[in-house]
């Protein structure tokens, strides 16, 4: 989780502050393992919204902790 990796603090205190993610706007974290890769889901859900957007990004490695 965000919260609990250091390197991520020190990357998130790098952003300009309007874009920083603090402890009232972090993410729903999930964790989905599927065909042997481990998924980790970001999501910021809104039930009212009209539109869904969807980001999908890879940063290499095989993400597990």
Same mark, same amino acid.
Do not use: T
């Given at each position: 989780?965000?919260?609990?990796? $250091?390197?991520?603090?020190? @990357? /998130?205190a790098?952003?300009?502050? #309007?874009?920083? %993610?603090?402890?009232? %706007?972090?993410? !729903? !974290? $999930?964790?989905? !393992?599927? /065909? $042997?890769?481990? @998924?980790?889901?970001?999501?910021? #859900? /809104?039930? !009212?919204?009209?539109?869904? %957007? @969807?980001?999908?990004? &890879?940063? &290499? &490695?095989? &993400? #597990?902790?």
């Open positions: 989780m965000y919260k609990d990796q $250091e390197i991520w603090k020190q @990357i /998130n790098l952003l300009p502050s #309007r874009n920083q %993610i603090d402890e009232l %706007i972090y993410p !729903e !974290e $999930e964790f989905w !393992e599927w /065909n $042997e890769n481990f @998924i980790h889901i970001d999501a910021y #859900r /809104n039930r !009212e919204a009209k539109v869904k %957007i @969807i980001l999908l990004y &890879g940063v &290499g &490695g095989n &993400g #597990r902790q």
